[in-house]
């Protein structure tokens, strides 16, 4: 599993305030801490309490690049500001994202096709997140469907199940876990998969824990990347023991620094 680095997002009081100043040494020192962590995208979010998202994505965009050759993941739901982006990331970058709204996938995957970016699609319409896999998996089969009628590779698709908090939502779970062993059926090559995994612990206790055990059980799922904390040593030792245990990588006594070194 490739872990996203979630960090760099003005949701954060430091990063907000990087934003408000212009002053980058706490995007460059993120950027730089998350990639000596393993890994290997960074998310780029300005937050919510952004006016002029635009500028605000150009110029983390700019200095994440100054510090970073990690592939950027554009998260934002001002698709101007995710297309400005878009145009000064040096490599093909990943967007984040697209639901399953029609002339919001018209336009995203026409961006996708021009940047050659890869994209995350979420299982949710315009009338919100359905609950049941089944209706997440038809969700993600309109994404499918769309992404290959506009020419964009399906390798380049991550479907998003979708997580809430645990202590809101519990009941989803299990619904995420199927669907993310149902997309890997739907179309050869099969998309890809995310999730925003702080998501499940927002607002409990154990946070880490609950992290980093809901990563490992929908890894086994077919769970692909996840936007995380790339800076919990214990999840990125966690997922890197996954790995291993999936057979993704070869066993040696030092695997957890031979991830971390590799940005997957
Ligand atoms: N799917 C996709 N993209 C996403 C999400 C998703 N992007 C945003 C988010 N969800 C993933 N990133 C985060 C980043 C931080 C937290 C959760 C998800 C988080 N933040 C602390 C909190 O809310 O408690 C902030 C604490 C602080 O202010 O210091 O948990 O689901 N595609």
Redesign the pocket.
């Known amino acids: 599993m490739i872990i996203i680095g ?2 760099i ?1 003005g ?3 430091d990063i907000a305030q990087a934003i408000r100043e212009q002053n980058p040494a706490a995007v460059q020192e993120w950027a730089k801490k998350q990639e000596a962590m393993g890994a290997g995208y960074l ?1 780029l ?1 300005v937050g919510p309490a952004v006016s002029d998202r635009v500028t605000a994505m150009k110029w983390l965009v700019e200095v994440t690049q100054e510090v970073s050759e990690l592939p950027l993941c554009l ?1 934002s739901t001002d698709y101007d500001a995710i297309e400005a982006g878009l145009e000064l990331c040096n490599k093909p970058a990943m967007i ?2 697209v639901p399953a709204v029609q002339e919001k996938m018209d336009r995203i995957f026409t961006m996708a096709k021009k940047f050659d970016s890869e994209v ?1 699609g ?1 299982a949710m319409s315009a009338e919100g997140i359905p609950k049941d896999a089944e209706s997440r998996v038809a969700l993600a089969m309109e994404l499918v469907a769309n992404c290959d009628a506009y020419g964009v590779p399906l390798d380049k698709l ?1 479907i ?1 199940p ?2 809430l908090p645990c202590n809101v939502g519990q009941d989803h779970g299990p619904e995420v876990f199927e669907t993310l062993r149902q997309i890997k059926l739907l179309s050869d090559p099969p998309p890809k998969t ?6 499940i ?3 409990t206790g154990n ?1 880490e824990l609950i992290n980093r055990i809901f990563a490992v059980m929908a890894m086994a799922c077919g769970l692909d990347s996840a ?3 790339a800076c919990d040593e214990e999840l990125v030792e966690a997922v890197a023991t996954g790995r291993i245990l999936l057979n993704m990588d070869i066993y040696c006594d030092s695997y957890v620094d031979v991830f971390k070194s590799q940005n997957l």
Do not use: C, H, K, W
Request: negative net charge; hydrophobic residues 35%; proline residues 0%.
């Open positions: 979630e960090r997002n949701m954060f009081r998310d979010n998260d984040n994202s995350i979420l991550y998003d979708l997580v995310t999730v925003g995994l702080s998501n612990s927002q607002g946070r936007i995380a904390d």
